[in-house]
């Protein structure tokens, strides 16, 4: 990355936290889904989110098993407004967020277009304020001038070969997040 002051640069991880996967199927069905109120139906589908107090970070992760689906995301808060989606011409969704605020969050699945039904994995992660110890950056300090490039190695350990998982790397100047980095292992 590239330094935008000089001084001592830090870094800080936080995660890696597996995604919590869940299977499921919806009906493919265009109109089913309202935005402005949306209703669970064969074509739509709802999975509650809890971003705990302290959390950094959040994905919702939507794959569609089959190519030649078109499946969408939402999310909603707890007020029932729609704060983020995901709704391309792919199959394949996602919805990254850092920085989330802390709530009950809801996110929908509708089959949009293709093959009926059609199955799906929908991966959630929400990253805490911790270090899991599974993800390694060096260096960990740095002395940096302006517009200087510097290099981070990225390592993990110790994950579990049949799940995925996020966090993220943050670049500090004296306490201050300056910029960062996702970091997904699948
Ligand atoms: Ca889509």
Do not use: C
Not at 53 to 61: C, F, K, M, N, P
Not at 123 to 149: F, K
Not at 169 to 184: C, H, I, N, Q, W
Request: glycine share 12%; net charge negative.
């Amino acid at each position: 990355m590239t330094s935008g002051f000089a001084g001592t640069m830090n870094t800080a991880v936080y995660g890696l936290v597996a995604g919590d996967a869940s299977s499921g199927s919806v009906a493919i069905d265009a109109g089913a889904f309202n935005d402005a109120n949306p209703v669970t139906g064969p074509a739509v589908k709802a999975y509650p989110v809890t971003v705990a107090e302290g959390s950094t970070a959040l994905r919702v992760d939507l794959d569609a098993i089959n190519d030649a689906s078109d499946l969408d995301l939402y999310l909603y808060n707890s007020a029932g407004e729609l704060v983020a989606y995901s709704a391309t011409g792919s199959g394949d969704e996602q919805i990254t967020w850092a920085g989330v605020p802390a709530g009950e969050y809801t996110a929908y699945v509708h089959g949009w277009g293709g093959p009926s039904p059609a199955d799906y994995t929908l991966t959630t992660y929400v990253v805490g304020s911790t270090d899991d110890g599974n993800l390694t950056v060096s260096p960990s300090s740095v002395a940096v001038s302006i517009a200087e490039q510097t290099t981070f190695t990225f390592a993990w350990s110790g994950l579990d070969n049949s799940r995925s998982y996020l966090g993220w790397v943050g670049y500090r100047k004296a306490g201050e997040t300056v910029g960062l980095t996702l970091v997904s292992v699948n």
